[in-house]
């Protein structure tokens, strides 16, 4: 089993107190399906490798009524004991309800990838079809001009347009939506420039998925500040870039409690 740690975490009033959020992060891991954490304070020590005095700082503060609280229940309790008659044992409050909303959660991300990958089945479908399509019309142009040379026509010129690789197809499925202007031809006008001075599809495809998480992390998909994809493939490279993301507010976060926990056992160690 896994809990889920949600991102309003850090900014509820748990912020304002490492061990008591490191505590409950540790209960939320630890949990089983109803949320029941079974074990005494030396125990979940020992199971986690934090500092016994933290755990039971924390444990005291989690099962203090908190009147800023997003529920009411208990009083806005996060935990409360098992049994009144033993001093540990608890149930995580509310565990029910964020279990479900992250397995409803989970089932949008399962459905999103489900849906892409039909709609990319498809264009693949589309393609191939295109494909067959275009290879009779080419046999018969190619006999008509080896009939027809005394007119002056050039065999070797093709007749047709070059067929859309299959790979555009999924490059543009990866590509961050764009509002505005999107000319995917010369797109691809410029992908086979690249192309044909070295590079590989899956530069392209690489560099679109790092784009398309950046573009959702900073809150720029859908909008006209997301490149287009002529540009994104052009002379200055910008496919071959890393795109990471920056630092989420929840992370930031995340790091200082981390940094302040090391700084405290650090100083505890050298006493």
Known sequence: MYGKIFEQMYDGTLSADWKAMVTFQQFIVLADSEGIVDYTPPALSRRTGIPLDILEHGIVKLQEPDPYSRSSDLDGRRIALLDEDRPWGWEIVN??????????????????????????ALKDKDVADSLNESQPVAKVAHVDADADADAN????????????????????????ER?????????????????????????????????????????????????????????DKHFLETWEPPATKSELQQNKNIDTAKLWLEASNGQ
Do not use: N
């Open 179 to 235: 509002s505005g202007a999107q000319p995917w031809s010369r797109a691809l006008k410029v992908i086979r420039a690249r192309l044909k001075e070295g590079g590989q599809w899956a530069d392209f495809l690489d560099g679109a998925r790092r784009y398309a998480v950046y573009c959702d992390a900073v809150g720029k998909t859908g909008t006209e500040y997301v490149m287009q994809a002529a540009t994104f493939c052009d002379v």
């Open 153 to 176: 026509v050039d065999a070797d010129k093709p007749t047709t347009a070059p067929a859309v690789p299959v790979e555009f197809a999924e490059f543009k499925e990866i590509y961050p």
């Open 95 to 120: 565990y029910t309800h964020y279990r479900d909303l992250a397995s409803r959660e989970d089932k949008r991300e399962k459905d999103r990838v489900r849906i892409a990958d039909k709609r990319k």
